[in-house]
């Protein structure tokens, strides 16, 4: 049997090496993926406003020009809507001649980019299924391309979502049909589920995703002052209690002071 000291100091290495390959494993560095990357929306991304995503004047909405539609398998029936992604020419497959070199640029997915069956996926039906594809605003792909070439390979992984303020909703419907849209969401970026409780109820009722960043909920909520409880896809979840005060009107827009972390 080893001596106490020497004991000791093997407890401590095996501890040291053991800790190390904990942080080691912390600190694993985010796989980068292959796809491809076009344009689109003109220089000053104005046709890019709106979107399968629900969230209307992007600027506005907090997303500015950073913006990308994604493919079919990206996009996932909009359960992809709020993400961001960190971008980056593909060096290794790239013509020199189309690629900015050492530049990423960060987006948030914002819209759809659908298929286009009628083109074959390497020639045109970019969007196809089951290729992974981001049709970025213009200024953003500019960031990482050459506007001549069109198309580029990039390389991407998903990255938090950096997003000054809170949360906000916006209410639209009618009575007994609240659609609210989710937007200024950072960390996940994306919602999971959402629950609304009125005032006049102790009880949270779930919401259905409608489509994009669209939750809506059948109760009768109308000028009630209601809170919400969201989840995002992370699994962090957020209460934004008294967020829409009594008498609201639809068509508004209300702020909170929380935010995901």
């Not at 995703?209 to 699994?235: C, E, P, Q, V, Y």
Request: net charge positive; with cysteine; hydrophobic share 40%.
């Amino acid at each position: 049997m080893a001596p106490a000291p020497a004991r000791a100091i093997a407890v401590v290495l095996l501890t040291f090496v053991c800790c190390g390959c904990a942080m080691a494993a912390d600190q694993a560095p985010v796989k980068w993926l292959r796809a491809h990357a076009t344009f689109y929306g003109g220089a000053d991304a104005s046709d890019t406003m709106g979107g399968a995503c629900g969230y209307g004047n992007l600027y506005s909405a907090g997303y500015g020009t950073r913006t990308a539609a994604l493919s079919t398998v990206l996009f996932n029936d909009g359960a992809a809507c709020g993400q961001c992604y960190k971008i980056a020419c593909d060096r290794k497959l790239a013509d020199p001649m189309w690629c900015r070199p050492g530049v990423s640029v960060t987006v948030t997915a914002t819209n759809f980019c659908p298929p286009n069956n009628a083109l074959p996926s390497d020639n045109g039906g970019w969007c196809n299924p089951p290729r992974p594809h981001f049709d970025m605003a213009q200024p953003a792909w500019e960031k990482i391309g050459v506007y001549k070439g069109g198309i580029i390979p990039v390389m991407y992984q998903r990255v938090p979502c950096v997003k000054k303020g809170g949360v906000r909703l916006k209410i639209d419907g009618h009575d007994y049909f609240n659609l609210v849209t989710v937007m200024n969401v950072a960390a996940a970026g994306s919602i999971k589920s959402m629950d609304v409780k009125s005032s006049d109820s102790n009880d949270w009722m779930p919401m259905s995703r409608n489509w994009g960043a669209n939750w809506h909920s059948l109760a009768n909520l109308t000028g009630k002052m209601l809170s919400f409880r969201l989840i995002d896809t992370d699994g962090q979840t957020i209460e934004l209690k008294n967020i829409v005060p009594g008498g609201w009107k639809f068509g508004q827009t209300y702020a909170s002071k929380q935010q995901f972390k």
